[in-house]
């Protein structure tokens, strides 16, 4: 997608939070950086595939005295369901919701 920052200047904050929440890509922007997230932040926290969890967890750490991350352990494995697909087919006693 075209940036239009070059039509109006303050449209630059706007596409930074967009990047940076859904991962859309603005073409010709002066500076496309994280904005809301740390730097070494991966992925883009609104989209529907980001876990609700995230994936670290960060604390501030006593005995350290400095921030840690710890990656977390996911309840259940990322599923893909293709009801698009006419050949996918909902397993019998799932919860599922078509």
């Not at 039509?7 to 922007?29: C, K, L, Q, T």
């Not at 496309?32 to 997230?37: E, K, M, N, Q």
């Not at 529907?48 to 969890?53: I, T, Y």
């Amino acid at each position: 997608m075209n940036s239009v920052v070059g039509i109006f200047p303050s449209a630059g904050w706007w596409e930074r939070e967009v990047w940076d929440m859904f991962g859309v890509y603005f073409s010709n922007h002066p500076d496309l950086r994280r904005i809301l997230t740390d730097y070494g932040f991966e992925g883009h926290p609104l989209r529907k595939d980001f876990p609700l969890s995230g994936y670290l967890e960060v604390r501030y750490d006593d005995s350290e005295k400095r921030v840690v991350s710890e990656p977390i352990e996911l309840a259940q494995e990322f599923r893909y369901f293709d009801f698009t697909n006419p050949g996918f087919k909902v397993p019998r006693g799932s919860n599922a919701m078509l």
